[in-house]
């Protein structure tokens, strides 16, 4: 047996991705961090798949609550309750109509979730990972900012100082809808800077990729957007699935739990594009950011 700690499988693909992998692999714990009702309903109908699911109820946009998470596992995992760490799915990502939602610890909620949590809880766990072990990273395709990849719904990223993306208001308009999506977006972009980071420095055996789901309609990403985006979220575009940017949530869902599982194979630090390692935007490769961003998420973790 061993164990694998998931974020974001309440609903959409991480959902379908945690059923998938616990139906086809017996050997798997999965340990949900998830809060509130959500958690305990998607541990209901886990469990009525695999006895093998564990809850740990966690804010993934409060420090406190991810460290209180991480000392629960790291006792279950010395008492013997939970196999040994193989595999971490970093897939919880959020999205509002603005860029002033605002953390208990004062930073912009979707740096926290999407870019802060992955890091303190990958920092939390590095040592107790059992090799060989994989960790995915769920990022977008959003990150190019180009029409071909957005289908111009999502802003192009908006990089800066990583001290200023992470505060509220650190785009243009900040009030406005554009704003949240550029904020979604520049978070993508900066997951996929901490996946290269982090695989310069995570041990032989541990290897991390980012995972790219394409656009996937009824996800409940959209949940927080206005009632037209909300229409045409679960109306119009799952419609449009037969074209190559498109992708249903039983699709996507296998396809992460592939990468989470190792069946889609690629080198540590790979941008995966569903079920195969491409390039990511020629953006996403600058090791100065890389660097830069990764002194700032540390400071954080030492400074909280």
Do not use: C
């Amino acid at each position: 047996m061993r164990t694998l700690i998931m974020t974001g499988a309440t609903r959409g693909i991480g959902r379908a991705a945690a059923s998938e992998v616990l139906r086809n692999d017996h050997e798997t714990h999965l340990v949900l961090l998830a809060r509130g009702e959500s958690g305990r309903s998607t541990l209901k109908e886990l469990r009525a798949i695999s006895d093998h699911v564990t809850l740990v109820d966690t804010d993934l946009a409060s420090i406190d609550s991810i460290r209180s998470s991480h000392q629960t596992v790291t006792r279950m995992l010395d008492q013997g309750d939970l196999p040994a760490l193989h595999t971490f799915a970093g897939n919880a990502g959020v999205q509002f109509v603005d860029a002033l939602h605002t953390t208990p610890d004062g930073f912009e909620t979707t740096f926290a979730v999407n870019v802060l949590a992955n890091h303190l809880l990958l920092h939390a766990f590095e040592h107790r990972f059992h090799a060989p072990a994989r960790i995915v990273v769920t990022v977008s395709d959003t990150h190019f900012g180009d029409f071909r990849h957005t289908g111009g719904i999502v802003p192009a990223p908006r990089w800066a100082a990583p001290e200023a993306l992470a505060r509220p208001g650190a785009f243009p308009g900040p009030a406005t809808v554009a704003a949240g999506r550029t904020a979604y977006s520049t978070s993508k972009l900066a997951a996929i800077y901490l996946v290269h980071e982090w695989a310069r420095r995570l041990p032989v055996g541990v290897d991390i990729l980012s995972y790219n789901p394409g656009l996937v309609p009824g996800t409940g990403l959209a949940r927080a957007a206005g009632p037209v985006d909300r229409f045409l979220n679960r109306w119009v575009l799952p419609a449009l699935s037969v074209l190559p940017i498109v992708d249903t949530v039983p699709a996507a869902g296998r396809k992460l739990a592939d990468a989470v599982l190792g069946r889609t194979t690629a080198p540590s630090g790979s941008y995966l594009d569903r079920s195969r390692a491409v390039p990511s935007s020629e953006e996403s490769y600058d090791t100065a950011r890389e660097g830069a961003l990764w002194d700032f998420v540390e400071h954080v973790r030492k400074s909280h």
